[in-house]
């Protein structure tokens, strides 16, 4: 089995649609596919409809979050999305990145970046993100590629035009993904490509708070990095999942480029009380 834990679509900051996503794993010769877009679970119910025969779908979202001064990303899988105290902590999520993207757009004209709210709405069709203003910078021609966009120099954290959004508290997310029945994973957590990271030791308290797993096998993870994670997971008893984090043609990571292991992903279906996985 191939199966890929970790994807966007346009109802975040991925390009296709939650549709084209599920046709489009089903191409790539996957098994099984989790839409995981950042803060919302508008997606789910156009994916549902169009998954392809023999496909499984995964329902989750990826939520923002920060331990500690840092920002990070949990994912949470197989969660009851009715469910009132983590649907109202999506939404608080969500209406927060509008005034966000606001501001970083006012920043960048101040520092003379001919990008307009006009066009990033245009480039987001659902939920609007920094990777919507990178895109918009990438057509201005101020930047080569998105990844450009998200350094000290321009809207990476605590870069020039650099705005702050609500995040959840890292353990919050922990008990609102279990008090919905779901499992909680921390997306790459040690992606320093990204940026500042917490301490191996944060991961311990979140793993000795309830955290169900750690996304090891991930892009922006190297061999060493992925060799920590994964005794560290042994010592406490977490999963070890692994995706491509897809964005599609945002981000260069097929859909496939990591996989979950079936015995990890059985363990994670297993915990889940919330929602159940879906099959096509």
């Not at 939520?63 to 105290?85: I, K, N, T, W």
Request: net charge negative.
């Amino acid at each position: 089995m191939r199966i890929d834990l970790h994807a966007h679509s346009t109802a975040s900051d991925g390009t296709d649609s939650p549709a084209e996503l599920v046709r489009n794993a089903a191409e790539a010769g996957l098994d099984v596919v989790a839409l995981t877009d950042h803060d919302t679970v508008a997606g789910h119910a156009e994916a549902a409809a169009a998954l392809p025969a023999g496909l499984t779908l995964v329902p989750g979202a990826e939520l923002s979050c920060r331990l500690d001064g840092v920002s990070l990303h949990m994912l949470g899988y197989l969660f009851d999305p009715e469910e009132p105290e983590l649907a109202r902590e999506r939404a608080l999520l969500r209406d927060d990145r509008v005034p966000r993207a606001q501001g970083i757009v006012r920043r960048l004209n101040e520092l003379g970046v001919p990008v307009t709210w006009e066009r990033v709405r245009e480039l987001a069709a659902g939920s609007v993100g920094r990777p919507h203003i990178a895109a918009a910078m990438v057509e201005a021609g101020v930047i080569d590629d998105v990844s450009a966009a998200f350094t000290a120099e321009w809207i990476g954290d605590g870069g020039r035009a650099h705005v702050g959004k609500h995040e959840l508290d890292a353990f919050d997310a922990v008990r609102l993904i279990h008090g919905a029945g779901g499992v909680a994973v921390f997306a790459h957590p040690l992606a320093v490509k990204r940026g500042r990271c917490v301490p191996e030791s944060a991961i311990v308290r979140l793993a000795e708070a309830g955290l169900d797993g750690v996304e090891v096998d991930h892009y922006d993870h190297d061999t060493a990095t992925r060799d920590r994670l994964r005794g560290l997971a042994a010592d406490f008893g977490m999963l070890t999942t692994g995706s491509s984090d897809y964005h599609g043609t945002r981000k260069p990571c097929p859909l496939g480029l990591n996989t979950t292991t079936p015995e990890m992903f059985a363990a994670l279906v297993g915990r889940a009380t919330g929602a159940t996985a879906l099959r096509g």
